[in-house]
C-alpha cells in the first residue's frame, strides 16, 4: 500500500515542477518591468527614447517635460529598431493633455498646439519694443534684444550675450560700450567690450602669485600678465604674451596686427 501511495505521488511532484518551471521560463520571456518614457511624440508616435521599464508615475513625474510620452509595452532591441526607424514610431501617449500641469524652463511658457502642450521659447525682455540693434558674443548683429535672447533660447546655449549695442563692427571706432568698459581689439580684430583692471598688484613678483615678467607680442616687458592686460585694454588692441620672463634683445618671433 506504502508503495502504491508512492508511485502516484511521484508523477504529481514531477508535473507541480515542470509547471513551475515553465511559469519561471514565462516570466523571464516576458518580464513586467513597465513601459518606455519618450521625450516627445508626433501624431500620436514616439521615436525618441528616454528610459525603458519604467511605469507611466515615474515617466510621467511632475517635473517631465511638456512633450513627454509614455507607451505601455516595452519593447526588446528588434521591436524597437523596425518601429523607429521603419514603423514610423511606436503608438504613444503623451503624459499631458494640457498645459495646466507644465512647468517649463526660464526663458519659455507653455502653449497648447494641436491640442497638445508645448514649451516654446518667451524670454523676458526689459528693453522697450524694438529697442534697437545689438552685437552678440557670436559675432552677429540682432534687431533687438528679444531676437538674440530667442535665438540663444532655441540654440540653448547660455553663452550667447549682449557684447555692445548696435551693429556689430570690424573696428572700435563706432562702438560705445557701457559704463566702466573699454572697446578692445581681439587677435582677429574684431571689438569686444571689456572692463579694464583698476590697478595690477605692485608688490615684489616674488610676494604675488603669478605676478611675474612677461614678454608682450610687441616686444615690451611687463610686470605680469596683468600689467600685460591693463596696457592692451588701454591701447584698445590685444598684446599677445610671447613668452614668460624679460624680453630679450631680440623681438619675440610673433606678428601682431595692427588696427588700421
Known amino acids: 500500500m506504502t508503495a502504491l501511495r508512492r508511485s502516484f505521488a511521484a ?6 515542477f515542470v509547471l513551475l518551471s515553465f511559469l519561471g521560463l514565462l516570466l523571464r520571456i516576458n518580464p513586467t518591468t513597465g513601459g518606455i518614457c519618450w521625450s516627445s511624440i ?4 514616439c521615436k525618441e527614447l528616454l528610459s525603458q521599464g519604467v511605469t507611466r508615475e515615474n515617466c510621467c513625474a511632475s517635473n517631465a517635460a511638456a512633450a513627454t510620452a509614455y507607451s505601455d509595452e516595452d519593447l526588446d532591441s528588434g521591436s524597437l ?7 514610423g514610431g511606436v503608438q504613444c501617449r503623451p503624459c499631458r493633455e494640457s498645459c495646466a500641469e507644465v512647468k517649463c524652463e526660464e526663458g519659455k511658457k507653455c502653449v497648447e498646439r494641436r491640442g497638445r502642450p508645448r514649451c ?10 524694438g529697442g534697437g540693434p ?4 557670436d559675432g552677429r548683429s540682432y534687431k533687438s534684444l528679444c531676437r538674440l535672447k530667442k535665438r540663444a533660447c532655441k540654440k540653448g546655449s547660455h553663452e550667447l550675450a549682449v557684447a555692445y549695442n548696435g551693429h556689430c563692427q570690424s573696428s572700435c571706432a563706432r562702438v560705445r560700450c557701457g559704463q566702466g ?5 581681439d587677435q582677429n ?3 569686444h567690450c ?3 583692471a583698476r590697478r595690477c598688484p605692485q608688490a615684489p613678483s616674488h610676494q604675488v602669485a603669478g605676478a611675474r615678467p612677461v614678454c608682450g607680442a610687441d616686444g615690451n616687458t611687463y610686470k605680469s600678465a596683468c600689467h600685460l592686460r591693463l596696457a592692451a585694454c588701454r591701447a584698445g588692441r590685444a598684446i599677445p604674451v610671447a613668452y614668460k620672463g624679460h624680453c630679450r634683445q631680440t623681438k619675440p618671433n610673433l606678428q601682431q596686427s595692427a588696427p588700421k
Do not use: I
Request: glycine residues 4%; contains cysteine.
Open 11 to 16: 508523477p504529481a511532484y514531477k508535473t507541480s
Open 42 to 45: 508626433s501624431h500620436d508616435r
Open 81 to 87: 529598431f523596425f518601429w523607429r526607424v521603419l514603423g
Open 120 to 129: 516654446v521659447c518667451s524670454p523676458e525682455c526689459k528693453a522697450p519694443r
Open 134 to 137: 545689438v552685437c552678440g558674443t
Open 181 to 185: 568698459r573699454s572697446c578692445l581689439l
Open 189 to 191: 580684430l574684431s571689438p
Open 194 to 196: 571689456v572692463r579694464c
